[in-house]
């Protein structure tokens, strides 16, 4: 199951209907080992395209190197879906190499970038082997209640 605070899961939603009708990516890292998504960090979409994303690479050295120093790790890795579902396709699929992630996709097929609901689903994606996970969104995150 990913459990999300409400104001990251509400920036990833703002920023795939932002970025719509270019699909929308990015992460949501934290400290490594604890499964524990603390830090938002919105990429911009290299490809520009309306039916898939690319990180751009210099961009995507320098967040990892970032994460190295800081001791973090993806956990969770988003993009949105323009005009599908938000299932992950075969390219999504074959792309996944965090095995230890959350893959978030959001779909805004259905209202774009206007007011309306957004479809909101996450995904375990190991071997090419999708798992549709339970999203729980709290108000706060077990970081900030021991805090």
Known sequence: MLQIDRSTHDAIVAHAKRDHPVEACGM???????????????MVNAAGSPT???YDSTDLL??????????????????????????????DI???????AHYV??????????????????????????????VSVVDVTAAEESS
């Open 28 to 42: 949501v890292v934290g400290p490594i080992g604890t499964d524990r998504p603390e830090r938002l960090i919105e």
């Open 52 to 54: 898939f994303y690319e």
């Open 62 to 91: 320098q967040l990892y190197r970032e994460m190295d120093d800081r001791d973090e790790e993806p956990v969770v890795i988003y993009h949105s879906h323009t005009a599908t579902e938000a299932y992950p396709s075969v390219t």
């Open 94 to 100: 074959n792309l996944a190499g965090e095995p230890g």
């Open 105 to 134: 996709l959001v779909s805004t097929a259905e209202h774009g970038n206007n007011d309306g609901p957004v479809e909101f689903r996450s995904y375990r994606i190991i071997d090419g082997v999708v798992t549709e996970e339970e």
